[in-house]
């Protein structure tokens, strides 16, 4: 498999890069970047696969480039709005496109896990407390986001409260609290390094080839 990364000079395309040596079957054959006049002119080879963990102001140019190569669309970063949000789902009309908020193969089992007891525990405070390296921008995190749409839709609440904490060089953790009369049930996802998220990418392009055109969710990929 060939695979294209934008971002590839990032903390996560610099991870992509180190753990792609792992795989035998994939290759990197270039990489993307709008915002510095990147545009792919020097890429050859034929690319199965583009994974994207940069910007969301590049996500026009990624449909674009997408759909003129063929490609499908691996879309890793977070912070879109909906109108973008709309035109992923469009883009799913010609080409295979994935969102993924948290590639990690430990977040999207815990989505599973937190879909299928919050409903019994809708009685409870449910709250969310995620902590990251002080350079991460968004807050809350794409995670939380996703992991409080899971709840919300399993429970028909409106909102999760969730707390956000940058500090430090922390990767990422999401505690899930369920907080009832004199008993608390904790969930907690711990990422001790970036390696999880790249190698959860890695896997999931993988398994993004094969598909035909259509808008894609990462929990269609965890069953």
Same mark, same amino acid.
């Given at each position: ?77 977070? =912070? ?11 883009? =799913? ?11 990690? %193969? ?17 009685? %409870? ?45 922390? *990767? ?7 907080? =009832? ?18 190698? =959860? ?10 598909? *035909? ?11």
């Amino acid at each position: 498999m060939n695979i294209i990364i934008c971002g590839i000079n990032g903390a996560m395309g610099t991870a992509l890069k180190q753990e792609v040596q792992n795989y035998d079957d994939i290759n990197v054959i270039g990489s993307l970047s709008p915002i510095k006049g990147n545009y792919g002119q020097d890429i050859k080879e034929i690319a199965d696969v583009i994974i994207d963990f940069s910007n969301p102001s590049n996500l026009n140019f990624l449909i674009d480039y997408a759909k003129k190569t063929k490609c499908a669309l691996l879309i890793c970063t977070t =912070g879109f709005t909906k109108e973008q949000e709309s035109k992923m789902v469009n883009a =799913g009309n010609s080409i295979p496109v994935l969102i993924s908020s948290n590639t990690s %193969f430990g977040i999207n089992v815990l989505r599973k896990i937190l879909k299928s007891i919050s409903a019994e525990l809708n009685d %409870f405070d449910i709250n969310i407390v995620e902590k990251h390296h002080n350079k991460k921008k968004d807050s809350p995190s794409g995670t939380a986001v996703t992991l409080a749409e899971d709840i919300m839709e399993a429970t028909g609440r409106d909102n999760i409260e969730t707390l956000s904490i940058r500090a430090g060089t922390i *990767p990422g953790e999401h505690t899930v609290m369920f907080s =009832g009369v004199d008993e608390v049930l904790e969930i907690k996802h711990t990422a001790f390094s970036k390696r999880i998220f790249a190698r =959860g990418a890695l896997d999931l392009a993988l398994k993004l080839s094969t598909k *035909p055109a259509g808008f894609y969710s990462t929990e269609e990929f965890f069953k």
